[in-house]
Structure formats: C-alpha cells, structure tokens
C-alpha cells in the first residue's frame, strides 16, 4: 500500500510498513492517523468539488486540536498556499477557527452541498487568499 493510510467506504487501511518502520512514539502516530482518517469518513467534500487540500487540511486541523500533532509538521506560518493541504493547512485553518470559534465546523457543514470559495467571505468577510495573506504577515511580524 503506498502512503501512510486511507479512508474509502467507512473503512480505514493503515499501511503495515509504516507502523512497523516508524521510529517514535507509535501509539500517538497511529492514534493521529486514526483521527486524521476518521475525520474524512464524517466530513463533507462539497460534493467532490472542494480543494482536495482543503479536505486534507480538515482532517489535519481535527487531528491538531485534539493534540496529536506529530514533530515533523511544519511549524504554523509556513507554507505557500492556504490550500496547500495537510499540516500547512491545518494551521491556517486553526487561525480562521481563531477568528471565529466554530468556523471549521461551520465550513464543513456549508460544504454538505457543493463548495464555493465564498464561503470563506460568508463566515470571515475576507476571501481565502487575503486570509491566507493575514495569516502568514501575523508569523513574518514574530507574533
């Protein structure tokens, strides 16, 4: 099995090699897999049309507040886009959650139907990318 895992029809698969070769604290890795994996069986994807980075960074964001962040993530600021997926966007989207506590949840649920990016401008008042561009000025300025 390439990758670490996968959710596909309610079903998560681990891939054997990579807990049988991963080096730390394996209890707490596949705990946050199963979180991260998890999260995709409850989420919504706007009916496939969301950023699939998003989606990644969704399940990413779950696995980071419940405390299983592992080492190797990126630090919070990092990054080239916000939808560049996985620990990058999980972080942006713990900042979002920042500014409005609720606003993952909220954008989960509005992408029970489709995706637009207006979503961000619905529940933030500010497009992604300006987000996004607030974001990263609040780690360049040392904050």
């Not at 199963?34 to 409850?42: D, G, K, S």
Request: hydrophobic share 35%; aromatic share 14%.
């Amino acid at each position: 099995m390439d990758g670490v895992a996968y959710a596909s029809n309610n079903e998560i698969h681990v891939s054997a090699d990579y807990i049988g070769n991963y080096s730390g604290d394996v209890k707490k890795e596949i705990t946050g897999v199963l979180i991260h994996e998890m999260t995709h069986i409850w989420q919504w994807n706007g009916n496939g049309q969301a950023p699939g980075g998003l989606i990644e960074g969704i399940a990413d964001y779950v696995r980071l507040r419940a405390g299983y962040a592992p080492a190797h993530w990126v630090q919070a600021g990092l990054g080239d886009r916000w939808d560049q997926g996985y620990d990058v966007t999980a972080w942006f989207l713990d900042y979002c959650n920042s500014l409005r506590c609720g606003f993952v949840a909220e954008l989960n649920r509005m992408m029970r139907s489709g995706y637009s990016s207006d979503y961000f401008v619905q529940l933030l008042g500010k497009k992604a990318e300006q987000l996004w561009s607030d974001y990263k000025a609040k780690y360049n300025d040392g904050h």
